[in-house]
């Protein structure tokens, strides 16, 4: 029973190889398999010469005038876009009827007229604008750009906040 099975699939396998048409291996060592077309070596050093001529342009950089900076400036200047958040945790009361509420705030320092002002933003929306103390204190922070939340006795906050212009800081009552 067992030659039976083995000769009976012998001849089942030894059938599709003989009747198979169409495989990969009927095109095997053609070049043109599939539509493709081989590269001579003048075409492929063409290709290669092609890249090795152009140079990438910087796009920030205008055409036709000479530019240099440094990587340090480049990058201080990145850093002044990126947004300061805050998270305030807790209720905060600016005036006897006006309240902060628990949220993320972004926080942009604004000098006028001599006075330094945080406002704090959500979305595009002013939610406060916090009367604040300009300092030449850096409150130990190693970037240039921040804004912390600081506990500041048992019923106040301090804000501080730091920028390429001016850093400050503000003491804000807890509701």
Known sequence: MKKFFITLSTI???????????????????????????????????????KQKKKKRDKNIPKGE????????????????????LLIPISLKIKEDYIIPVGHYEVKGEKKDGEVFLNLYQAHDLIAKLPA?????????????????????????????????FNAYSIIDIE
Do not use: M, R
């Open 66 to 85: 000479s530019f240099s900076q440094s990587n340090e400036t480049d990058s201080i200047k990145n850093t002044t876009n990126e947004p300061q958040i």
């Open 133 to 165: 103390e300009e300092t030449n204190d850096d409150f130990g922070e190693e970037t240039i750009n921040f804004v912390k939340l600081l506990p500041h006795g048992d019923y106040h906050v301090e804000i501080i906040y730091g920028g390429i212009d």
């Open 12 to 50: 089942i396998i030894t059938a599709n190889c003989v009747f198979a048409d169409g495989d990969l291996w009927d095109n095997f060592g053609d070049t043109n398999t599939y539509g493709q077309q081989a590269v001579t070596e003048q075409d492929f050093e063409k290709a290669l010469n092609s």
